[in-house]
């Protein structure tokens, strides 16, 4: 029996870190979806699956300095390989929790590998552009949602047979561990930094090597782009339908289509994204693209209505879709723990968001919290026309962690 083996080295590549990108889409929607269940067999209440919730969102958002320290010691490979097992054992781990404790340290250190992994694939996405001069992050990003989609449709179809959460981990770590086979044999391999090439220098090497040092105004300027535009992002998958119904007047039929018009124009968007990247280049890229979600949201704010409030969640979709794979990809050129310290603010941006933006509705109303959300837009338009974003090809090399 012949196994299928893609020749071309860059679109081998591209497949294998792409299952990386599915595998934690897949991971996270699993155990997601099954909550009410879990919520079930553990007896608990609305507000102990927040806290399960947040335990998560806290594990990834603290995991910075261990991330850091293993980016260096083992590289992006190494990394993204563990990280894929921990995260499928500590599905098992999840659905054969005894009480509530436990499955929260069991949460707390899934988030912490998922930082691990979120890291680490984005170092390997940014890295085989560099290698091969070819954009494919977006496409990388838009397989995250694919792996999510994957996950909802085996819940559902494990769910007709059993309720077993057990049974249904058992079949979602045995996918995982087909997803982590596949990505090991196209995984970009370790390589040393060749001097002045992207943007380390020699001097910066010498920095690293005794350890963290302050991060440059341009890595906070990629921190503050990724932190507004995960925000934008979280806010629209959780508020988006509470927003058609209660304040747009949609039904309950119609409500719905508020989160699916945000995810379906993002799928589509990062699909077409690179095209976009090529053509025009990343700064334009988000720097439009951003104005255009802050602006078309705003817009659809003063006017009200359901149809408005469709039209501008469309223009966020589209808009903010390309915002995250290309700021990952400016901080991998400024050096790993650039990229670590990005990818830590981007979940920090997801976790802080729908909360906050609650706050502001509970204080005022949803119009105005909805209101935060196209600022925050606006926000990564301004950090994009300051960043410096560096054309794929022009920096002749993109580390993908490890010490060298």
């Given at each position: 029996m012949r196994v299928f083996r893609v020749h071309d080295p860059f679109h081998r590549g591209q497949l294998a870190i792409a299952a990386l990108f599915c595998s934690l889409g897949f991971q996270y929607a699993t155990w997601a979806s099954r909550i009410p269940a879990l919520k079930a067999d553990l007896d608990l209440t609305a507000a102990e699956v927040g806290v399960l919730l947040m335990a998560a969102g806290v594990g990834a958002s603290v995991s910075f300095p261990l991330v850091a320290a293993a980016m260096r010691r083992m590289g992006s490979r190494r990394l993204a390989l563990w990280a894929t097992l921990c995260l499928t054992l500590l599905l098992l781990a999840l659905a054969a929790a005894p009480n509530y404790p436990v499955a929260l340290l069991v949460l707390c250190a899934d988030g912490v590998f998922v930082g691990c992994l979120n890291t680490a694939m984005n170092a390997q996405g940014a890295a085989l552009e560099a290698r091969y001069g070819r954009h494919a992050m977006a496409r990388l990003h838009a397989t995250f949602s694919?792996?999510?989609?994957?996950?909802?449709?085996?819940?559902?179809?494990?769910?007709?047979?059993?309720?077993?959460?057990?049974?249904?981990?058992?079949?979602?770590?045995?996918?995982?561990?087909?997803?982590?086979?596949?990505?090991?044999?196209?995984?970009?391999?370790?390589?040393?930094?060749?001097?002045?090439?992207?943007?380390?220098?020699?001097?910066?090497?010498?920095?690293?090597?005794?350890?963290?040092?302050?991060?440059?105004?341009?890595?906070?300027?990629?921190?503050?782009?990724?932190?507004?535009?995960?925000?934008?992002?979280?806010?629209?998958?959780?508020?988006?339908?509470?927003?058609?119904?209660?304040?747009?007047?949609?039904?309950?039929?119609?409500?719905?289509?508020?989160?699916?018009?945000?995810?379906?124009?993002?799928?589509?968007?990062?699909?077409?994204?690179?095209?976009?990247?090529?053509?025009?280049?990343?700064?334009?890229?988000?720097?439009?693209?951003?104005?255009?979600?802050?602006?078309?949201?705003?817009?659809a704010l003063a006017v009200g209505g359901v149809v408005p409030a469709l039209v501008g969640f469309a223009c966020v979709g589209l808009g903010i879709a390309a915002v995250t794979p290309c700021v990952y990809v400016a901080a991998a050129r400024q050096s790993p723990e650039s990229l670590t310290l990005v990818a830590a603010m981007g979940t920090t941006g997801l976790l802080a968001g729908p909360p906050f933006i609650g706050f502001v509705a509970n204080a005022g109303s949803l119009v105005w919290g909805m209101a935060v959300v196209a600022a925050s837009a606006l926000i990564v338009s301004l950090c994009a026309a300051r960043i410096r974003w560096t054309p794929v090809g022009d920096d002749a090399h993109v580390r993908v962690g490890g010490g060298g």
């Open positions: 694919g792996g999510s989609l994957l996950a909802a449709l085996l819940a559902s179809g494990v769910s007709a047979v059993t309720s077993s959460v057990v049974a249904h981990f058992g079949v979602a770590a045995a996918v995982l561990v087909l997803l982590g086979g596949y990505a090991r044999t196209g995984l970009l391999a370790e390589e040393p930094a060749t001097a002045g090439s992207g943007a380390d220098t020699g001097a910066d090497e010498g920095k690293r090597a005794r350890g963290w040092t302050m991060p440059s105004r341009m890595t906070w300027l990629m921190c503050c782009a990724m932190v507004f535009g995960t925000v934008t992002e979280g806010a629209m998958n959780d508020w988006s339908s509470l927003y058609m119904k209660d304040v747009a007047g949609a039904s309950a039929q119609l409500a719905p289509l508020g989160i699916a018009v945000v995810s379906g124009a993002m799928v589509i968007a990062r699909l077409v994204a690179d095209r976009w990247r090529g053509r025009w280049g990343d700064r334009r890229v988000v720097l439009l693209g951003s104005a255009l979600a802050g602006t078309g949201l705003a817009l």
